[in-house]
């Protein structure tokens, strides 16, 4: 037995359905900002948290004094890749450093 379209019924299922793949691609990118991996996202906690920690005073290190303080790091707690484990790092830091040091 054939059924009849119902325009609205299709309309309201897609418009859900639409929300729902909205809502999980929101949900998915703001967890990527700091990092795809879990080694990426602690690499930006641990920036972050030094970032936050710098004297009053300091004015935020040049990149190569980041990759510095990066590596250093990565030598004593880091684990999968060291470029990506540098650059959370760094981004970390930043944005840890511009949160207690507004300009």
């Known amino acids: 037995m054939l059924r009849e379209f119902k325009p ?3 309309f ?3 418009a859900v359905a ?3 793949v909205c809502g ?3 949900f998915y990118t703001h967890r990527a900002v700091h990092g795809r991996t879990p080694e990426e996202r602690a690499a ?3 920036g972050e948290k030094a970032g936050e ?4 005073d300091a004015k935020l290190p040049t990149p190569a004094e980041l990759n510095m303080m990066a590596q250093k790091d990565f030598d004593q707690q880091g684990s999968g890749n ?3 484990w540098d650059l959370a790092f760094e981004r ?6 511009k949160k207690t040091h507004p300009r």
């Open 53 to 56: 920690q710098a004297p009053r």
């Open 12 to 14: 309201v299922m897609m």
């Open 92 to 97: 970390g830091y930043e944005d840890g450093f």
């Open 82 to 84: 060291k470029q990506d």
């Open 18 to 20: 639409a929300f729902v």
């Open 8 to 10: 609205l019924r299709f």
């Open 24 to 26: 999980m691609t929101a």
């Open 44 to 46: 930006y906690w641990i």
